[in-house]
């Protein structure tokens, strides 16, 4: 069965400094996606970057990047230069190609630090 | 923005009622989803759809159900609510396409007393 781990329940990071948030996942199936999602405080649910089983760079979208280690499956997000707006909890979710659920970790409460 | 309308966005009611939380989609996406969001566990899947009267379970259907008469709207009913759940609701939906993220409403906080 698929499964989603985030081991940082929370996290501090200097403002204008880099963070990387963990996200180690597990599935039987070759062909996957990999999603990260942005919750502030405000509650909504955002998407932030997408990362294919089988795309072979590593996704970037503006500040935030994903550090994908197949083998170690393993899907890390970076987001670069925090800012005071960063501050939120982040979610990793994966859905098998096979099927249409998608399956999310337990998330990371980052706050960034003026 | 997705147009997803959850509703309501807040409701209180007694153990043992019957509850039920409407989505609403305007982009025509075939799949839809409940989840349930609580401290400590994250996103758990309670049903998803995959089209009209075509339901699935997720992880946490137990004192769940669903129903999809339309593509726009999908239902979630908890039949006798207890105070277990107590949540907040969120729906989403998908276009199905393998890069295609979920997009979420803005969620229902429901309280069981």
């Known amino acids: 069965a698929q499964k989603i781990t985030q081991t940082q329940p929370g996290m501090f990071v200097q403002e204008k400094e880099a963070v990387t948030l963990d996200c180690t996942y597990d599935?039987?199936?070759?062909?996957?996606?990999l999603f990260w999602y942005k919750q502030p405080s405000s509650g909504e649910m955002i998407f932030l970057i997408y990362?294919?089983?089988?795309?072979?760079q590593n996704a970037t979208e503006g500040r935030y990047s994903l550090n994908f280690q197949k083998a170690r499956k393993s899907a890390n997000l970076v987001i670069s230069a925090s800012q005071l707006g960063d501050s939120a909890m982040y979610f990793c979710a994966m859905r098998e190609l096979g099927t249409y659920k998608y399956i999310f970790g337990t998330g990371t409460r980052l706050k960034v630090l003026a | 923005d997705a147009g997803i309308t959850q509703s309501p966005r807040h409701k209180v009611t007694e153990t043992g009622t019957p509850v039920t939380l409407r989505c609403h989609q305007t982009e025509n996406h075939r799949y839809m989803y409940w989840y349930r969001q609580d401290p400590g566990h994250g996103l758990r899947l309670i049903h998803y759809?995959?089209?009209?009267?075509?339901?699935d379970k997720g992880e946490v259907s137990d004192g769940y159900s669903v129903s999809r008469s339309k593509t726009e709207d999908f239902l979630l009913t908890l039949e006798s609510a207890t105070s277990s759940q107590t949540s907040v609701y969120f729906c989403?939906?998908?276009?199905?396409?393998?890069?295609?993220?979920?997009?979420f409403g803005n969620g229902t906080r429901l309280t069981v007393t």
């Open positions: 599935t039987s199936d070759q062909s996957y996606g």
């Open positions: 990362q294919g089983s089988y795309d072979e």
């Open positions: 759809s995959y089209g009209v009267k075509d339901t």
């Open positions: 989403a939906i998908s276009s199905g396409d393998r890069d295609s993220p979920l997009h």
